[in-house]
């Protein structure tokens, strides 16, 4: 049994287990309370290990939910923008300016257009940046490892290769700095890319344009009209919309190239490529690690004073630094400031309960595992500062706390988000996961090593075969062990 399937059996534990309580527990006394958001893919796994978290915290049947859609769908449906009319026969697309969710999330700030659109219609609403991550390309060459005798690009080689100039791996410009690669004659690349507003895309063509950027001495450099969330792309491209997509468009096609957010390549053990960094340095993003992410976002300058401010001009591509991460993302938390239209106020005090959770180490440090990385002091005062411009009109009885020592009586009142309550099947999967972490990587250490010795043609020998097969060996016995076969 895998890592996924493990998660598998682990989440339909948990559903039962909810569904079980919500069975057994009479609700008549409560309305069922929820929390709904939509966006980006990139943070998904840390807003619903929280919300699991929180539901397991809070004595009310409740319950939280998140749709991973994209950045951009996400942007969409929190300001009521570009939304298809349902009753028309081509589904025009039309600006309601209605929420559609609770709050969106994204790793793209709101552009300066479509604040000062809505600030002009009457709705306010901020940005709270909560974590940093980061956006990587991956490749599928066999033979070739991650690593330092892995394949080393530019952002110039990768702005010809997603324009289409460059279309086999044995191209003269890519194996100059690639001395060692060893492929066929005429290997094709098979380009992999997303489809809808993707945040991925948004960050992946500003790097390339930060680092290449198109001018009269370098015309084959990435243009400033295709830095953006949702671009024309060359038509030899291949659509592989969302993360599983891109992952199996990666898997799948030998000789392919893609982009997704770094933590999720890696733990789908996808060979990482070694990018050339604002300092001239290659490295991948487990080179750079969490420092080499939190580095670029050491200059804090276009970071408005105030959540509510405009956060479009803020950006971490190709900063300086020798182990900086040319490609670190911010993700933000949008949220309006009249919640009028969730009309439950406990819901409305619930929403600024969740997004306080965001800023609370107990909670947000649940993510580390999904490669995010708590924000920078500054950006969580900004975020947190944000909070308090938020309008519940919700009466002082529907005001959420936090139980962090124990409360006796008060800590079991029906607006308690307690941490001294807690379910089992949450704190097995918790457990079983931390089990799992350096078991899987060691298994990807292993696939590399492995990797590397086919591209330098020893894996035949005896000896070597010999000690990749007692390799497997220990890792299956290690996850027999933990109950996972």
């Not at 059996?9 to 569904?19: D, E, K, M, S």
């Not at 792309?233 to 982009?259: F, K, V």
């Not at 509510?308 to 993700?331: A, C, H, K, Q, R």
């Not at 009885?397 to 001294?420: L, P």
Request: proline share 5%.
């Amino acid at each position: 049994m895998n890592l996924h399937a493990a998660s598998s059996i682990l989440g339909t534990a948990l559903l039962g287990a909810i569904a079980t309580a919500q069975d057994t527990t009479d609700t008549s006394a409560y309305e069922a309370l929820g929390v709904d958001g939509s966006g980006t893919t990139n943070p998904s796994k840390c807003f619903r290990h929280i919300m699991a978290k929180l539901e397991e915290q809070i004595k009310l049947p409740t319950r939280f939910s998140y749709r991973a859609v994209g950045s951009g769908t996400g942007i969409k449906e929190f300001l009521g923008k570009g939304i298809k009319d349902e009753n028309t026969e081509n589904g025009v697309e039309t600006d309601t300016f209605e929420a559609y969710n609770d709050f969106g999330a994204g790793d793209i700030p709101i552009s300066k257009v479509d604040r000062q659109t809505w600030n002009d219609k009457g709705i306010d609403f901020v940005q709270l940046p909560f974590v940093l991550s980061a956006v990587s390309f991956f490749h599928n060459i066999p033979g070739v490892p991650s690593g330092e005798r892995g394949l080393n690009m530019t952002a110039c080689l990768l702005s010809k290769v997603f324009n289409g100039d460059i279309n086999t791996w044995d191209h003269a410009d890519i194996l100059d700095i690639n001395p060692g690669l060893n492929v066929r004659a005429d290997f094709p690349i098979y380009v992999g890319r997303r489809v809808l507003g993707s945040s991925s895309t948004y960050s992946i063509t500003h790097y390339l344009n930060a680092q290449c950027p198109q001018t009269d001495a370098q015309p084959d450099g990435w243009p400033d009209d295709k830095a953006a969330s949702e671009i024309e792309w060359h038509p030899s491209t291949n659509e592989c919309d969302g993360s599983s997509l891109m992952t199996a468009c990666i898997r799948q096609n030998e000789g392919s190239i893609g982009y997704i957010d770094a933590a999720h390549g890696i733990e789908e053990g996808l060979t990482e490529i070694r990018l050339e960094n604002g300092d001239g340095k290659f490295l991948t993003s487990a080179d750079a690690g969490d420092a080499g992410v939190q580095a670029a976002a050491v200059d804090l300058s276009k970071v408005p004073d105030k959540a509510d401010g405009d956060f479009s001009e803020v950006e971490f591509y190709n900063m300086p630094g020798p182990n900086t991460w040319p490609i670190s993302l911010l993700s933000y938390v949008y949220i309006r400031k009249d919640l009028s239209h969730i009309k439950n106020p406990a819901r409305r005090t619930l929403l600024k309960a969740f997004a306080t959770a965001l800023f609370d180490p107990d909670y947000i440090s649940l993510c580390e595992r999904y490669g995010h990385i708590p924000v920078p002091t500054e950006l969580r005062k900004i975020s947190l500062d944000g909070l308090e411009m938020v309008e519940s009109e919700a009466p002082a009885s529907d005001d959420w706390i936090f139980e962090e020592s124990t409360m006796a009586g008060w800590g079991n009142g029906d607006r308690v988000i307690s941490k001294k309550r807690g379910s089992f099947v949450l704190y097995e999967a918790d457990r079983i996961a931390d089990d799992i972490v350096p078991l899987a990587e060691d298994l990807r250490q292993l696939k590399l090593e492995m990797a590397s010795l086919k591209a330098q043609g020893v894996l035949s020998s005896g000896a070597t075969a010999k000690d990749v097969i007692l390799g497997l060996g220990a890792m299956v016995g290690g996850a027999m062990m933990l109950g996972l076969y």
